[in-house]
């Protein structure tokens, strides 16, 4: 089964209000790393936590790590309507060569 | 830094035809990566390369799918014959560290459509 399931699938918020999508794993992780998607184009890195971390921040970016629970969320703060994206979860495994992405999470910013 | 550039953006051919997919990374990454991405799939790797050297090819879904990287700054993803479900978005993806502390950088993708 995949590695890195994001929850939800889609969601819908107003312009200013926080996003937090989720991410499960099922496998021992070097690091684990969160990534946007605009429509029509690749992805973009946003933020890389390792194993030994419990939290990262970058701008309006937070994002947490739980490796007993095998779970990471990403919070987006007073979000805009330029956040309209998906968001994927990747994880790299303890051999290290093999990244292992999820289906994504919608995210829709209304202004 | 102009990016991991692929060509070209879009293709569209016919069942049957030869297509070539082209990459080349970011200068100074090891690691070499080509990706599928599919409404129904997701996001599937096909192939990776670690200093030029293919390491992992297990993705790719048939022997109609090849892929080579004879340097370090070019490589090259081909099917033959293609046919209508290999319709998708292929990204090449880049990374400095192998397993390392770094994320992909990933290119804009070409749009295969196969009619």
């Known amino acids: 089964s995949q590695q890195g399931e994001e929850d939800p699938q889609a969601l819908s918020i107003q312009e200013g209000e926080n996003a937090t999508m989720n991410c499960s794993y099922k496998t021992s992780i070097n690091n684990l790393q969160w990534y946007r998607q605009n429509s029509g184009r690749g992805l973009v890195h946003l933020i890389l936590i390792r194993s030994n971390e419990r939290e990262k921040h970058s701008g309006r970016l937070r994002v947490t790590l739980d490796t007993s629970k095998k779970s990471s969320s990403l919070l987006i703060t007073a979000s805009r309507a330029a956040d309209t994206a998906s968001y994927f979860c990747?994880?790299?495994?303890?051999?290290?060569?093999?990244?292992?992405f999820g289906a994504g999470t919608r995210l829709f910013v209304k202004a | 830094d102009a990016g991991v550039i692929q060509s070209p953006r879009h293709e569209v051919t016919e069942m049957g035809q030869e297509v070539t997919l082209r990459c080349k990374p970011i200068?100074?990454?090891?690691?070499l990566f080509w990706y599928r991405q599919t409404m129904m799939r997701g996001l599937e790797l096909l192939i990776y390369f670690n200093n030029n050297v293919p390491i992992d090819d297990s993705g790719m879904p048939e022997d109609r799918f090849s892929a080579k990287m004879p340097n370090a700054s070019f490589s090259t993803l081909k099917i033959q014959p293609s046919e209508p479900r290999d319709s998708a978005v292929y990204f090449c993806?880049?990374?400095?560290?192998?397993?390392?502390?770094?994320?992909?950088?990933f290119g804009s993708g070409t749009r295969l459509t196969v009619v």
């Open positions: 990747a994880t790299d495994d303890t051999g290290g060569f093999k990244t292992i």
């Open positions: 993806a880049s990374r400095g560290t192998s397993g390392g502390g770094n994320g992909y950088t």
């Open positions: 200068s100074g990454h090891n690691s």
